[in-house]
């Protein structure tokens, strides 16, 4: 998006589809629920719809993730989990990732991932939402990491819901105008064998990027996305919670992450306000 006086602060609504039209700008589409989700850039913002507060809510934290993940055996049915991509052809668009959250949001906030001036790491963080304008919670997080305005806004991470649809939770600031979308015949067929395996409340979809390790610092609304080999003394604190799928199918690790919970215990961190 475009700056204003320097900041990250931009302009979006809520459009219902029936409002919804060409203007200066791009439409995107997206499926959510079968249906259309668009996207559509205007001069001095992103407009999107919709967005949900309470799918974010909904996600589970990331201990009680993992453990459920452990208890049903995820790793062990990647490689049949992962014939699904290759059916599909998709598996270069798309990986598979364990629907987690580290830190609570209020449902005027939006968790956004923000690429950094020095491309190395990346920023998920919470933006408001009030009215028309758009501006990250956390703002000196902007000028900490030097975040990389876009023009774009796309859905990055999305979990099932109940009757095999998709609602995003995670989004991703880019400069690209149109994104690859997963069709409603591959979405039926990952949600059946992940119903199979009872993983379909755990386990959700997420586009490619490239392989990163995930830190949540102390005291921070935010996920910090390193695109570097994780530093040894962090290692063991890490566990694996993005796969990504080659031409036969078989698994290869994304992403992993240090694990903290922000306010996982009653606000322990004092995170979130």
């Not at 039209?21 to 559509?40: A, D, M, P």
């Not at 990986?95 to 609570?104: A, N, S, V």
Request: hydrophobic share 35%.
């Amino acid at each position: 998006m475009r700056p204003i006086k320097g900041d990250c602060v931009g302009s979006l609504t809520t459009l219902g589809s029936s409002q919804l039209s060409l203007h200066s700008g791009y439409i995107l589409t997206n499926l959510l629920n079968w249906k259309q989700y668009v996207l559509e850039k205007f001069k001095m913002g992103i407009l999107f719809n919709p967005y949900k507060p309470v799918v974010y809510r909904l996600v589970p934290r990331f201990d009680v993730a993992i453990q459920k993940c452990d208890k049903l055996g995820l790793k062990t049915k990647l490689d049949l989990i992962g014939q699904v991509f290759v059916k599909h052809n998709t598996f270069r668009d798309f990986g598979l990732t364990i629907i987690h959250r580290h830190f609570d949001m209020d449902d005027n906030e939006i968790l956004v991932d923000s690429l950094a001036e020095d491309k190395g790491t990346s920023i998920a963080m919470p933006w408001n939402i009030k009215g028309k304008e758009v501006s990250p919670a956390e703002n000196g997080l902007c000028e900490k990491y030097k975040i990389v305005n876009k023009e774009f806004v796309h859905p990055m991470t999305w979990t099932f819901t109940e009757f095999g649809g998709i609602e995003p939770y995670e989004f991703q600031a880019a400069n690209e105008k149109a994104v690859v979308v997963p069709s409603e015949y591959f979405l039926k067929d990952l949600f059946q064998i992940l119903i199979s395996f009872g993983l379909e409340k755990i386990v959700g979809l997420r586009r490619h990027a490239p392989k990163s390790w995930m830190s949540t610092p102390p005291g921070v609304r935010a996920n910090v996305l390193h695109f570097s080999d994780a530093p040894d003394e962090v290692k063991s604190e890490l566990v694996t919670v993005m796969w990504t799928f080659n031409e036969n199918g078989k698994f290869s690790v994304n992403g992993t992450c240090s694990g903290h919970n922000c306010c996982g215990h009653g606000g322990g961190c004092g995170c979130h306000r």
